[in-house]
T-cell receptor, first 115, second 111 residues
Framework: DADVTQTPRNRITKTGKRIMLECSQT?????MYWYRQDPGLGLRLIYYSFDVKDINKGEISDGYSVSRQAQAKFSLSLESAIPNQTALYFC??????????????FGPGTRLTVL | GENVEQHPSTLSVQEGDSAVIKCTYSDSASNYFPWYKQELGKGPQLIID?????GEKKDQRIAVTLNKTAKHFSLHITETQPEDSAVYFCAARAGTYKYIFGTGTRLKVLA
C-alpha cells in the first residue's frame, strides 16, 4: 500500500463550488504539506503543518484553507473554486529528525479542473 | 526573492549516453539539495540528495555535484536507459521546512 494517498485522483468542478482534497499517510510523520504544480512553474507551497495544532501559510495560500484532522490526515479546501486553480495538487510528508534530515515524500497527486 | 533556476527544460539523449541537468539557487543559506523524479501520473520521488557540507554524492548511475561558491548543483545520469525517461526536479531547502523547486526537466531517453 502507498505511504501517502490522495483522494480524489481526478476532479472536475465548476466555478464557485467548494472542493475538498484529502491526504492520508501511514508513514507516522508529523509534518505534512500541500503543493500546487503548474506547467513550467514547478511546485509551490500552499500550506504546511508541523503537527496537529500547527498550521502555516505557504507562498500561495490565498483562496485555500486546510484542516489537520489527525497526525495522519491533512485536507485542502477550495471554498469557492475559480478556473486559475486548475492544477495538479500534491500532498507531502516529512519526518523532522533535525535540520539535517527532512526528506519529503509525495502522494500521487490530484488533478483538479475548474470550469 | 528565493529562486531556483533549472536547465534545460527538455533533454533528449540516446540510450547509453549521459544526461546532465543543472540548477542554480539564490539563497546562500540553503543547506540541502534533493533531486526528484516524476513519472507520468505519479508524485515526485526522491532519487538522490546532497547536503551543503558535501561536494559530490553518487548512487550507482546517478550522481549529484554541489558548488557552494557558485551556488550551482547538478544531476548526472550515466548509461541512460529508457526507464530514466521522466521529469526531474531539483530543489533547495532554505530554513527547516521551505523548499524552493526548479521548474523541471523533461528527459527523454531514445532507444
Amino acid at each position: 500500500d502507498a505511504d501517502v494517498t490522495q483522494t480524489p485522483r481526478n476532479r472536475i468542478t465548476k466555478t464557485g463550488k467548494r472542493i475538498m482534497l484529502e491526504c492520508s499517510q501511514t508513514k507516522g510523520h508529523d509534518r505534512m504539506y500541500w503543493y500546487r504544480q503548474d506547467p513550467g512553474l514547478g511546485l509551490r507551497l500552499i500550506y504546511y503543518s508541523f503537527d496537529v495544532k500547527d498550521i502555516n501559510k505557504g507562498e500561495i495560500s490565498d483562496g485555500y484553507s486546510v484542516s489537520r484532522q489527525a497526525q495522519a490526515k491533512f485536507s485542502l479546501s477550495l471554498e469557492s473554486a475559480i478556473p486559475n486553480q486548475t492544477a495538479l495538487y500534491f500532498c507531502a510528508t516529512s519526518d523532522d529528525q533535525g535540520a539535517s534530515t527532512d526528506t519529503q515524500y509525495f502522494g500521487p497527486g490530484t488533478r483538479l479542473t475548474v470550469l | 526573492g528565493e529562486n531556483v533556476e533549472q536547465h534545460p527544460s527538455t533533454l533528449s539523449v540516446q540510450e547509453g549516453d549521459s544526461a546532465v541537468i543543472k540548477c542554480t539557487y539564490s539563497d546562500s543559506a540553503s543547506n540541502y539539495f534533493p533531486w526528484y523524479k516524476q513519472e507520468l501520473g505519479k508524485g515526485p520521488q526522491l532519487i538522490i540528495d546532497i547536503r551543503s557540507n558535501v561536494g559530490e554524492k553518487k548512487d550507482q548511475r546517478i550522481a549529484v555535484t554541489l558548488n557552494k561558491t557558485a551556488k550551482h548543483f547538478s544531476l548526472h545520469i550515466t548509461e541512460t536507459q529508457p526507464e530514466d525517461s521522466a521529469v526531474y526536479f531539483c530543489a533547495a531547502r532554505a530554513g527547516t521546512y521551505k523548499y524552493i523547486f526548479g521548474t523541471g526537466t523533461r528527459l527523454k531517453v531514445l532507444a
